[in-house]
């Protein structure tokens, strides 16, 4: 399984970027394909996670009303629009996915399985 992330960039405050994640190897069938970010000096944190089955998302707290996940099942491709960006999203963001996740889990990037390389954003401000 590979995860092949892009769409970051440079973008002022208040801007937009849609981030991608594109996954081969597997289909998202049972799936749960999440989004974390890692600014310098941080812990990895969860940004936000689709449940394929159902289409159930999950949001940090920090980013529920401007981010939106969701997946393109015929492309296998799962995306984060960001909105309202602010100068402290600026992260490494990851896509990680996992096909025997619970739902406890969810938030908690070690328990997934597989990751993608990250894509990096920059809010200026």
């Known amino acids: 399984v590979q995860l092949q992330a892009s769409g970051g960039g440079l973008v002022q405050a208040g801007g937009s970027l849609r981030l991608s994640c594109v996954v081969s190897?597997?289909?998202?069938?049972?799936?749960?394909m999440g989004w974390f970010r890692q600014a310098p000096g941080t812990e990895r944190e969860f940004v936000a996670a689709?449940?394929?089955?159902?289409?159930?998302?999950y949001y940090a707290d920090s980013v529920k009303g401007r981010f939106t996940i969701s997946s393109d099942n015929a492309k296998n491709t799962v995306y984060l629009q960001m909105t309202s960006l602010k100068p402290e999203d600026t992260a490494v963001y990851y896509c990680?996915?996992?096909?025997?996740?619970?739902?406890?889990?969810?938030?908690?990037?070690?328990?997934?399985?597989?990751w993608g390389q990250g894509t990096l954003v920059t809010v200026s401000s």
């Open positions: 190897g597997r289909t998202f069938r049972n799936s749960v």
């Open positions: 990680a996915g996992d096909w025997n996740m619970i739902q406890s889990s969810i938030r908690t990037s070690r328990d997934y399985d597989y």
């Open positions: 689709i449940k394929r089955n159902g289409g159930y998302t």
